[in-house]
C-alpha cells in the first residue's frame, strides 16, 4: 500500500491500470492521484482547464488500439458540484491526453462540463467505458453529526 508524501494517512482509493500502481488521495479539499514505480512516486498534473478543480475518481479503461489506460474523474472539492464532472485520459508517462478548455459549456440555462475531448480520445484509442470508482470525500467544514441511533440514545 502507498502512503501519502507527506508522511499522513494510506490513500483513499487504490487500482492496478496500464501495468501500474495509481493511488487517490483525498486530503481535505485537496486531492491528487500518483503512481509510484522504481524511478519514485510520479503525481499527474492537471490537466489544461482543471486549475480549479480536484481529481474525485479514477478506473482502467481497455483499449482496442493499445492496453489500458488510466482515466480520471475531475469535479469541485466539497461541496462538489453534481453535475460538474470531467473526465481524462492518460498516456503511459502520466500526461493526459485531452483537456477542457473552457471548463464550461453552453449558456446558463444549459451549462455542462467541456468532455468533448475526452469523447474526441476515447474515440480515437477505441476505449471501452471505464467504471470509476468515488472514494467518499469529508465533509471539512461540517460539525459531526451523530447518527440516528446515538441522537435517540441520549433522548431516553
Keep these: 500500500m502507498l502512503s501519502s508524501p507527506s508522511g499522513g494517512s494510506p ?9 501500474a500502481r495509481w493511488a487517490l488521495f483525498v486530503e481535505g479539499e485537496a486531492s491528487r492521484v500518483q503512481r509510484t514505480s522504481d524511478a519514485g512516486p510520479l ?10 478543480y480536484v481529481p474525485v475518481g479514477m478506473g482502467c479503461a481497455n483499449s482496442a488500439a ?7 474523474a475531475y469535479g469541485e472539492a466539497w461541496p462538489g458540484c ?5 473526465f481524462f485520459v492518460y498516456d503511459h508517462d502520466g500526461r493526459p491526453l485531452n483537456h477542457s478548455v473552457p471548463p464550461m459549456l453552453g449558456d446558463l ?10 469523447i474526441n480520445v476515447t474515440n480515437q ?3 471501452q467505458r471505464p467504471d470509476i470508482h468515488y472514494p467518499p470525500r ?13 441522537a435517540n440514545a441520549s433522548v431516553r
Design 125 to 127: 484509442l477505441r476505449l
Design 82 to 86: 453534481n453535475i460538474c464532472e470531467w
Design 66 to 72: 493499445d492496453g489500458e489506460r488510466l482515466v480520471v
Design 138 to 150: 469529508a465533509r471539512t467544514t461540517d460539525p459531526d453529526i451523530p447518527a440516528q441511533r446515538d
Design 11 to 19: 490513500p483513499d482509493h487504490e487500482i492496478q491500470c496500464d501495468g
Design 43 to 52: 503525481v499527474l498534473p492537471k490537466p489544461d482547464g482543471m486549475e480549479d
Design 109 to 118: 440555462d444549459s451549462l455542462r462540463p467541456n468532455n468533448d475531448g475526452y
